[in-house]
């Protein structure tokens, strides 16, 4: 009842009295108790208020539902269902007592605070794990649980059960009776840090039986029936190109001259749909785990190793099963015919990023080592740079950002050392960038049922709230309805080498949505592609799994039946979501516990964001932000000339995004990743 009172009550923006409401509704006799009821339920939601003797609804909100995504700090947000909305931000003091995962329903306010969509969760819908994490603590005798995922600070629980346990210790307690039921270990125990996210994330680390032993059946040979209609590349000069430590090969590419002067390349990809067969137990456990995930020396692999680290794996000098995408590419980087089919391939060479770097830089050694081979990437990197500058034409946008890489000597974290994409990088990246396109065009000209990458533009207040920082320092956007993909590239480029460029790119990011997986071709804006999709991972990501098989069904020419495509892009979609917060998390808890080592140090740092608690600063050797509380900052009182800028009203001291400052590391908690920081002498004397 209450949809339908809701639904006349927007209609009738004026408002309705009770017997109104009763008479258009046709409710009459006791059924009206059931609409007084209806009424209430609306108005504790939110969504419908009474003036005088009339009800209204609000017409500034409207009830979405979603999962409810949880902060360490409280606050949280929701991300609505079948997509094509912001996520929904949740103040502490509205999350109703959900926990991260939860299926909620929110009273959204479509402009909030920051201009941006902000809510309260008004029921739970669904709960996402029936178990509860976090740090187990005692007070007065009695045992409670900090949670990691929830606004609540602690939860009584009910029994510790045989546990003899210490305060500190990470537990698992189930969420109905609040009874501990695992004892996970202390923060700084080995491999606790992977147990605890692999919970929290709801991955997955062992396979199944039935998975398991299909992945033993698959025959180890490729016979005479395996290479029926597949065109044969083993007599090319076919390499991959991958990290030192990458055991799952999915790519290899090989290059030829045309005498038109145009170039042939070929993109030979695993082909895991010979193997992974639609319905098999393979295949479900492929489907649900969606992704690889890639932990600091350990893998949570999507296949089983027999076929992502063996005979999927396009491993050296082994003839493997491949599907391959041939590009005729002219001197200006345009795809002028393009071509796909099922193939045999047998690589030459296992290249590191690091070798063919290192002949691109002209190292003798490497060149010498690689010969025959060295023509081919010469010719290959003068392709990647063509292709990249088409794309850059086009508007694509080139986020070359540095990420922490974790330096280990004996199994001890050491150090933190920056990791940087070099030109190899770059030329398989364009390679890939051109496939996933001309198989995404081919698909959507076939009008074939498949899986694509859309990434949609950015919504208007964050482009608003961006142009404003953007003039800070003195670079202009257009107006929000105006500004292209070409407008924030252009931004990009002029702040490169420049000592801002950190801290725009960040800002850039941050104003960009998530590219996400659609049944429905709608474009990519950040790599301002009109058609885009993702085929070359096939090991690691299922949507590329799917994909192969749309595209091989297309070669058959046949149609490629794939049942729940809508909601398997959610599923895939939100699976990389948690595999990436996953991964950034372990990460980042590692470093903060390398760090709390380090207390009352200097650090050097840059200003990313003012934030209503203080100052935040990002280590700049280190990848993670702490918080100057105003408080610290001196005796003064500090006041937001505006949201890039802090001044202070006796000293005139002044604290801007970008600006760089000393640190000392006052406090830190590695479990909840937060640290506060005080200004050094230096950092104070920088701000003056």
């Not at 017997?19 to 504790?44: D, F, I, N, Y």
């Not at 999507?302 to 000098?317: A, F, G, I």
């Not at 320092?473 to 407008?487: A, V, Y």
């Not at 006041?639 to 640190?663: A, E, H, I, P, Y």
């Amino acid at each position: 009842m209450e949809d339908d009172v809701l639904a006349l009550l927007k209609q009738k923006k004026g408002g309705l009295s009770f017997p109104q409401l009763a008479g258009l509704l046709h409710v009459r006799g006791r059924s009206q108790t059931k609409l007084r009821a209806a009424l209430k339920v609306l108005e504790k939601r939110g969504a419908v208020y009474k003036k005088k003797d009339s009800y209204l609804a609000r017409q500034d909100r409207t009830i979405v539902r979603g999962e409810f995504l949880a902060s360490s700090r409280g606050f949280g947000f929701v991300r609505p269902e079948g997509g094509g909305r912001e996520d929904v931000f949740i103040p502490a003091r509205y999350t109703l007592g959900a926990f991260g995962g939860d299926v909620v329903e929110v009273s959204v306010k479509e402009k909030g605070k920051k201009g941006k969509p902000e809510g309260q969760i008004i029921r739970l819908l669904k709960k996402g794990r029936e178990t509860l994490l976090g740090v187990f603590k005692e007070r007065f005798g009695q045992p409670y649980l900090a949670p990691f995922d929830s606004a609540a600070e602690e939860v009584p629980l009910s029994s510790t059960g045989s546990f003899s346990l210490s305060d500190g210790v990470i537990v698992e307690a189930d969420r109905d009776t609040l009874a501990v039921r695992e004892v996970l270990g202390m923060p700084d125990d080995p491999g606790v840090d992977t147990r605890v996210i692999i919970k929290r994330f709801g991955l997955e680390s062992e396979f199944s039986a039935e998975a398991s032993a299909d992945a033993r059946e698959v025959p180890r040979r490729i016979s005479a029936q395996d290479r029926e209609g597949r065109v044969d590349y083993r007599d090319w000069a076919t390499v991959t190109i991958d990290g030192e430590t990458a055991q799952d090969f999915d790519d290899a590419v090989s290059i030829r001259m045309l005498p038109s002067g145009h170039y042939r390349l070929a993109v030979h990809i695993a082909d895991v749909s010979h193997y992974v067969r639609p319905g098999s137990a393979l295949d479900q456990e492929a489907r649900g785990r969606a992704t690889s995930v890639y932990f600091p020396g350990l893998t949570l692999p999507m296949l089983p190793e027999e076929l992502s680290n063996d005979l999927c794996s396009l491993r050296p000098r082994r003839p493997r099963l491949t599907v391959t995408a041939l590009l005729e590419v002219d001197p200006k980087g345009r795809v002028v015919k393009t071509g796909f089919h099922p193939s045999i391939i047998k690589t030459v060479e296992r290249m590191t990023y690091t070798s063919v770097f290192k002949i691109f830089e002209g190292e003798e050694k490497e060149r010498r080592r690689y010969a025959a081979l060295v023509p081919d990437f010469l010719l290959m990197r003068e392709l990647a740079a063509v292709l990249r500058a088409r794309r850059e034409e086009q508007g694509s946008l080139n986020f070359d950002l540095l990420e922490p890489e974790l330096v280990y000597q004996e199994g001890r974290l050491q150090g933190i050392a920056a990791f940087e994409s070099n030109e190899a990088h770059r030329l398989i990246e364009e390679f890939m960038v051109a496939a996933n396109e001309a198989v995404a065009r081919f698909l959507s000209e076939e009008e074939r049922p498949s899986l694509y990458r859309v990434h949609p533009p950015p919504g208007r207040a964050d482009l608003e709230e961006l142009r404003g920082l953007l003039e800070c320092f003195g670079l202009m956007l257009p107006k929000p309805e105006k500004t292209t993909s070409r407008d924030l590239q252009r931004v990009l480029k002029l702040v490169e080498g420049k000592p801002e460029e950190k801290i725009i790119q960040f800002h850039v990011l941050r104003a960009l949505r998530m590219a996400a997986y659609e049944p429905e071709n709608t474009g990519h804006y950040g790599l301002a592609k009109k058609d885009y999709t993702h085929f070359t991972s096939p090991i690691r990501r299922y949507p590329d799994l799917i994909v192969h098989r749309a595209l091989k069904a297309a070669l058959r020419g046949e149609r490629e039946d794939i049942p729940g495509l809508a909601s398997l892009a959610l599923h895939c979609s939100d699976r990389e979501r948690k595999a990436d917060g996953a991964e950034k998390e372990l990460v980042e808890w590692r470093i903060f516990r390398f760090l709390k080592a380090k207390l009352g140090e200097e650090f050097k740092g840059i200003i990313v964001d003012i934030a209503k608690a203080g100052v935040v600063v990002e280590l700049e050797d280190y990848f993670v932000q702490g918080l100057i509380p105003f408080a610290d900052l001196g005796g003064d009182y500090f006041f937001r000339r505006s949201k890039q800028l802090l001044v202070g009203r006796r000293s005139g001291r002044r604290f801007t995004m970008g600006q760089r400052v000393n640190v000392i590391l006052a406090a830190i908690d590695p479990l909840l990743r937060r640290m506060t920081l005080v200004l050094s002498r230096v950092g104070k004397r920088e701000s003056r």
